[in-house]
């Protein structure tokens, strides 16, 4: 017959174990966590244009881009290679042969302009190549603008 004493220690050393499971298991929940998600507020788009040429148009590869997203305090999804910001409502996508940028307008009628307008202010010409288009079957006016890069 065990002790009391040794009954308390079996019965913490039991509780003990089963606290070192649920810990293990809870963490390896967490491998396979939720996509980043993505803030609620509309950007202005002149300054999404600015983070998108800086991003799409004037970082050498995709290692720079990576590093300017990150920065700026955008996250990841390692899945799929989309930086999600956390305050406003858009993603930039910089992996593969396209980069580009999703994001919520508050103007349908002048995003488009307005965007091409500020990103053709710091890259000039290159500022043309921009493809943006209005995402179909979306209730809220949602834009994708994409270039192609060469890295």
């Given at each position: 017959?065990?002790?009391?004493?040794?009954?308390?220690?079996?019965?913490?050393?039991?509780?003990?174990?089963?606290?070192?499971?649920?810990?293990?298991?809870?963490?390896?929940?967490?491998?396979?966590?939720?996509?980043?998600?993505?803030?609620?507020?509309?950007?202005?788009?002149?300054?999404?244009?600015?983070?998108?040429?800086?991003?799409?148009l004037q970082s050498a590869n995709l290692a720079d881009t990576q590093t300017l997203l990150t920065g700026l305090g955008m996250v990841p999804?390692?899945?799929?290679?989309?930086?999600?910001?956390?305050?406003?409502?858009?993603?930039?996508?910089?992996?593969?042969?396209?980069?580009?940028m999703v994001f919520l307008a508050a103007d349908p009628e002048t995003v488009a302009d307005v965007f091409r307008e500020s990103a053709a202010a710091l890259v000039g010409i290159g500022a043309q190549d921009i493809e943006i288009i209005r995402l179909e079957g979306q209730a809220d006016p949602y834009y994708r603008a994409s270039v192609e890069v060469q890295w």
């Open positions: 017959m065990r002790s009391p004493h040794q009954a308390g220690s079996l019965r913490r050393r039991t509780i003990g174990l089963v606290s070192a499971v649920a810990m293990l298991c809870a963490g390896a929940g967490s491998v396979h966590a939720q996509a980043p998600s993505v803030g609620s507020s509309t950007a202005n788009p002149a300054v999404l244009a600015r983070l998108f040429a800086s991003a799409c999804n390692p899945e799929t290679g989309t930086y999600f910001h956390q305050q406003f409502d858009m993603s930039v996508n910089p992996a593969g042969a396209i980069c580009s």
